[in-house]
């Protein structure tokens, strides 16, 4: 930590001599040249670590939309058991326990998945109704004759 402390120093001063010796040889004083060659590598790494940070701000906000969107996949809109019944989205694995901080509480919430079964049935698909109906009332017509 000292080491990198040390390196950094020692480059900061050699840029900013260059910089004042670049200076003095168009006339200006070495040390203003010094004090503009500090300044200019402030300035200059302000001005580099700001664009770094929007740049890195951006590109977290593009990641985290593609991850709300893959959450949509795998989530569920689940309601705080407390008295509030504050409704958050979650996302859910079936692999692992579920549980979210709720927003509004601050409690810790499990998620509990149960599942259940339902037997699934072919629609009636019959293009020939009034046949069966036809025959429906035959059969009720001839039952009443005999």
Not at 3 to 23: M, N
Not at 43 to 62: Q, R
Request: net charge positive; proline share 3%.
């Amino acid at each position: 930590m000292l080491k990198r402390f040390v390196i950094q120093l020692v480059l900061l001063i050699s840029i900013s001599s260059l910089i004042a010796f670049l200076l003095h040889s168009l006339g200006v004083s070495l040390l203003i040249g010094f004090l503009s060659g500090l300044f200019l590598q402030f300035v200059g790494y302000n001005a580099f670590y700001s664009a770094l940070d929007a740049y890195l701000a951006i590109k977290n906000k593009a990641l985290e939309n593609e991850r709300i969107k893959e959450f949509s996949y795998q989530g569920l809109q689940v309601a705080c058991p407390c008295y509030k019944k504050h409704i958050d989205f979650v996302p859910v694995r079936l692999n692992t326990s579920n549980y979210y901080k709720c927003g509004e509480c601050k409690k810790n919430v499990s998620i509990i998945i149960a599942a259940e079964t339902a037997i699934t049935t072919e629609p009636i698909v019959n293009t020939d109704l009034p046949t069966v109906n036809q025959k429906l009332i035959e059969g009720v017509i001839s039952n009443a004759n005999s």
